[in-house]
């Protein structure tokens, strides 16, 4: 794409502009200005009004798909987490089953999203997304411990009557990173060395789900914030830790479905879960 750049002196006016363009309905004083950042040789040089129009009819209409081009190119991010409240999020907590009376496990304490850690359970995305990059910063609210990103979820309390069918990050202090299978398999290099004999993997109940992440001491001090970054595109799964590549998972069993953020023992804070899509792969 060529470089826009900012001609010198005075950009032209909008009115001598729509003379020489015919921009129809007075589109324009909205377009002259970005039209204008462009060289010449994309969109046409100003030639002052004249009382005959020029008859370059195409040319608002190469601006226009030129501008709209340009601005679908950038993928948007979008804060999945909006500093106020769960909009956008339900929660999956069994004890809550019976008890309306029982303590929140998810709220928003001073602009953070907190996960309580107790009682134990996930909140969860109303939407489902595929092809992302999620940029997760956390840090351990009290004591460190339990808790994790589930990506691909998809069907409620599919293992020990809690977990959602998805495959989890880790968050875990000290195993930032790993992989857990819930109802979802994932394949790494150094299979057996990551998980074991492959007659004991599987995806359910006792079964060897987790996968080592590849990385030591990726993690901050507790107390301190983290950047988790897991990127889904198609069949793979890629997770760094602090610009750390810890892990990266292929031939996925899912490639889309709701995030779900755990309550899992220890209290943790998160300041930003923002996503961005992607392209599929290639």
Known sequence: MTRA?????????????????????????????????????????????????????????????????AC???PQSVALFNGEDLSGWHSDVPAADDNPDAPASFTVRDGLLVSMGNPPG?????????????????RWAGEPGNCGILVHASTPRRLYGMFPQSIECQMYVGNAGDFWCIGEDIKVDDMEARRGPPEKWGVDGDRA?????????????????????????GATIDVWVNGDQVN?????TADHGAIAIQAEGAPCEFRKVELTPLDGPS
């Open 5 to 69: 750049y900012q001609p010198t002196g005075e950009s032209p006016r909008a009115e001598d502009v729509n003379g020489v363009f015919g921009f129809p309905w007075g589109l324009g004083p909205a377009l002259s200005r970005e039209c204008w950042k462009h060289p010449p040789g994309l969109i046409g040089s100003y030639v002052p009004r004249s009382p005959t129009p020029a008859p370059m009819k195409l040319l608002p209409l190469a601006c226009l798909l030129t501008l709209c081009c």
């Open 72 to 74: 679908s190119s950038t």
């Open 122 to 138: 996930h909140l969860i995305t109303d939407a489902s997304y595929r092809d992302f990059r999620l940029v997760v910063e956390y």
């Open 209 to 233: 789900r987790r996968i080592l992440n590849t990385t030591d001491g990726s993690e901050h001090e507790p107390g301190e914030w983290n950047e988790m970054v897991i990127e889904c595109r």
């Open 248 to 252: 990266h998972g292929y031939e996925c």
